[in-house]
């Protein structure tokens, strides 16, 4: 049985506890009332179960999303829909977007519990970095939706990025990628070596063009293996996000080949 499965089935908002738990129980309502007594017994939802992490990941996601959202004073309709499309894109069923809506408006508060929230959800990710760097991803995507990010989405960035212990370092590098990826998508992902996509190419690999050859294959391969939709989803991303590394597999396929193809190289 898939995580949402067992989350509805049981009481699994009481079993990941905390404010993880608090939120979700508040999106899902009386849904927690039913067989608690079962899934306290249940090993399967002991801390560290992919089940446990893809909940507390779907819960984190969105509910930030919704805080980072309202950072600059506004909601605006592109935020908005770029939730909508992260929705559309985990084909979530009408329970889970019902849900996913409640923790977007959550994250909205004035109150929302961010410190506490991303403390929670940096333990149950553990040392699992590929996923707190998606989560990552996700929520400077959110902070794009407008075109740019404003200053206090990007003091905000900062802010979720230290809580969760990501290097300064390593979040200023994939700020950069992500917004490479998004000029990238945007432009089709062509493969016509102009001067602005060949160089946004190379920013989706984290590198510039004086980079070797050999670089640019390692680069390619460490990202790959970074956004390997398999690989996360075994880490705890929930199945149903795996549209969305697969769509980051093909970007980072794409720039690559233009890269490739730019410099000549055999394939």
């Not at 403390?119 to 699992?128: K, L, N, V």
């Not at 979040?171 to 998508?185: D, H, I, K, N």
Request: hydrophobic share 40%; aromatic share 8%.
């Amino acid at each position: 049985m898939s995580w949402w499965g067992k989350l509805i089935g049981g009481a699994f908002g009481y079993m990941l506890g905390g404010p993880l738990g608090a939120l979700l129980g508040a999106a899902l309502g009386h849904q927690f009332d039913h067989g608690l007594g079962s899934v306290l017994k249940d090993q399967a939802f002991n801390a560290g179960t992919t089940e446990r992490i893809q909940t507390a990941f779907f819960t984190a996601t969105f509910s930030v999303m919704g805080h980072l959202a309202k950072a600059d004073g506004r909601v605006s309709e592109n935020e908005i829909s770029l939730a909508r499309q992260v929705m559309a894109q985990m084909q979530l069923n009408h329970e889970q977007e019902r849900a996913a809506q409640r923790l977007f408006n959550e994250g909205k508060q004035a109150n929302f519990p961010l410190n506490d929230v991303l403390e929670q959800f940096r333990s149950e990710c553990g040392r699992r970095l590929n996923l707190i760097q998606m989560f990552l991803e996700i929520q400077i995507a959110t902070a794009m939706a407008d075109g740019s990010i404003h200053p206090y989405e990007r003091e905000l960035l900062y802010k979720i990025s230290d809580l969760l212990n990501f290097p300064r370092r390593v979040f200023e590098q994939l700020l950069s990628m992500v917004q490479a990826q998004r000029q990238y998508s945007q432009g089709g992902g062509v493969r016509q070596p102009t001067r602005a996509s060949l160089e946004d190419a190379y920013k989706v690999l984290g590198l510039t063009s004086s980079a070797t050859d050999a670089e640019v294959k390692k680069a390619y391969r460490r990202q790959m293996n970074q956004h390997h939709p398999d690989k996360l989803v075994s880490k705890g991303l929930p199945e149903e996000m795996i549209n969305i590394a697969k769509e980051k597999t093909q970007e980072i396929k794409a720039a690559y080949d233009q890269i490739k193809e730019a410099r000549g190289m055999k394939r």
